[in-house]
């Protein structure tokens, strides 16, 4: 029974993903057509192409791995460095850093979007990809140190202690030995991340105000016509077209995503 039940919910969740597909090959008349067509049989790829010849697409792809590839490395290197900290040394302010970082992860990411925006523009960096990296890597920061700090708590000092017995110095045990075992976080980490600024919108919207200057959410969003009626297959070939990164990307990862977050559920 449990069975049926999983296979359904899982139809429930996959659903919406094929009829995008599904939309993305078929002409506007037969979206539009009140009887549904379930299979893309007599479909075109003109929505594809038109999504592959827009100039504007491409532009709005470049500003979306930019800032993806600055969040990450910033991201990652920045906790993982705090994650190990606190994790392994103990020094004054400790307990009130890790309370820091609980309490910034409950604050809503809307209340912060007039100070953020005031910040940049005095810096220069509105509609611009550093800053807009800047700020993702602000907001996905907390969780992420929350997260590799289980993982790096997970693995016993003793290895580390072992290794400087073999001759080994303390930063050479560190990379040698506990490095390779905080793979699998740092992987499920770099998931979040990539995830969290690939498909962000909001901020973007507030950052990014220049049309020139969109991330790829902002384009799509910019295919919905206020003043005519929107091409839905256009609109379904783009979402489509955006998601494929993610599915390579996750395609890369997924053998280590999983033992990570298997392996975050049961240390730390």
Avoid: C, H
């Avoid at 899982?10 to 008349?29: C, G, K, Q």
């Avoid at 549904?36 to 075109?44: M, V």
């Avoid at 001759?167 to 992987?187: D, E, M």
């Amino acid at each position: 029974m449990w069975s049926v039940v999983a296979v359904l919910v899982s139809l429930a969740w996959v659903f919406p993903i094929y009829w995008m597909i599904n939309s993305a090959f078929l002409p506007l008349d037969k979206i539009e057509n009140p009887t549904p067509t379930f299979l893309p049989f007599g479909g075109t790829f003109s929505n594809v192409r038109r999504v592959l010849d827009d100039d504007s697409f491409w532009a709005a792809m470049r500003i979306s791995v930019t800032v993806v590839v600055m969040v990450l490395v910033a991201a990652l290197l920045f906790a993982f460095v705090a994650a190990l900290a606190i994790s392994r040394f103990r020094f004054r302010g400790r307990k009130a850093f890790i309370l820091t970082i609980l309490i910034v992860q409950m604050i809503p990411a809307e209340g912060l979007f007039i100070s953020q925006y005031k910040v940049l523009d005095g810096w220069g960096l509105v509609n611009r990809s550093a800053g807009l990296a800047l700020v993702y890597t602000a907001a996905i920061l907390p969780f992420t140190i929350w997260m590799l700090r289980g993982f790096v708590a997970g693995v016993p000092i003793e290895l580390e202690e072992a290794g400087m017995v073999d001759g080994l110095s303390r930063v050479g045990a560190f990379f040698r030995i506990t490095f390779p075992l905080l793979a699998p976080g740092l992987v499920a980490a770099g998931v979040f991340g990539f995830l969290q600024a690939w498909n962000e919108y909001t901020l973007a919207l507030v950052v990014m105000t220049d049309p020139s200057q969109r991330t790829l959410p902002l384009w799509l969003q910019g295919l919905v016509e206020t003043n005519k009626a929107t091409d839905w297959g256009v609109v379904m070939a783009g979402a489509a077209v955006i998601a494929v990164p993610v599915i390579v990307f996750f395609l890369f990862v997924q053998g280590r995503m999983t033992s990570g977050l298997v392996s975050g559920a049961v240390k730390g």
